[in-house]
């Protein structure tokens, strides 16, 4: 079931505000995939980022005039329709579309880097050095020290989205925990269905509890039963 981020982020927010703080200090990491990332960028935003590092104008025109005009045709029942203007995203197959599509990403990763009441994970080996943001074509990982700040950072990339034409696919991100015993030790105080039902992710199986990961947007029937060890009472909402 696909959701928007301002849902993701009601979800989060109702959910913070019930674990205490042994659960948001734990450090986590934000797999993000992007809806439909290369059909999806707004042009005149990826025009305005290549004159933000820089690119010359003609070359710029370039990249315009090879997105002008672009046109797309389906095949239905052995039919193909008319010829349908096509007003964002990027070429599929042009070799050049990787670079162009992880130029637009860069945005969001400077934006994300810039905030000051963000913190990435530290780097092994390193002094005072952290690892934030990352991305590899539509898929970007987002490196949290704490788990309070999640709700912040998804209020930047729900900014960039709306600027941008990119916006998070729940359903195929993920949301990993380091220290998944205090989180489930937490999430087990109250009633799972009211978390099923604000979290819209399933528990944690036996297989995927000692990685902490959760899928955010999933809908899976199987796991509507409570945790092991849990107690499926609890105070009403």
Request: glycine share 8%; aromatic share 8%; charged share 20%.
């Amino acid at each position: 079931m696909t959701k928007t981020v301002m849902m993701m982020m009601a979800q989060l927010t109702t959910a913070t505000e019930q674990i205490d703080l042994t659960a948001e200090d734990s450090r986590c990491i934000l797999l993000l995939d992007f809806r439909k990332a290369y059909d999806t960028v707004d042009r005149d935003f990826l025009y305005e980022s290549m004159r933000l590092f820089g690119f010359t104008e003609s070359f710029i025109d370039l990249i315009c005039r090879i997105h002008t005009g672009t046109t797309a045709t389906f095949v239905v029942n052995g039919g193909q329709s008319s010829a349908l203007p096509v007003r964002s995203g990027i070429r599929q197959g042009c070799p050049l579309a990787p670079l162009l599509f992880l130029l637009v990403v860069e945005v969001l990763g400077l934006a994300l880097k810039q905030d000051p009441s963000l913190k990435g994970l530290p780097v092994p080996g390193t002094v005072d050095r952290t690892h934030l943001f990352s991305a590899f074509v539509d898929d970007s990982t987002l490196f949290l020290d704490t788990a309070k700040q999640i709700l912040h950072a998804l209020g930047i990339i729900q900014a960039f989205g709306n600027l941008s034409g990119l916006h998070v696919q729940p359903a195929k991100s993920k949301l990993l925990f380091f220290e998944p015993g205090h989180l489930q030790s937490e999430l087990c105080r109250y009633r799972h269905r009211a978390l099923r039902r604000h979290y819209q992710v399933p528990w944690v199986r036996d297989r995927d509890r000692a990685s902490g990961q959760q899928k955010l947007g999933s809908s899976d029937p199987d796991n509507s039963a409570p945790p092991p060890h849990c107690d499926a009472g609890g105070d009403k909402r």
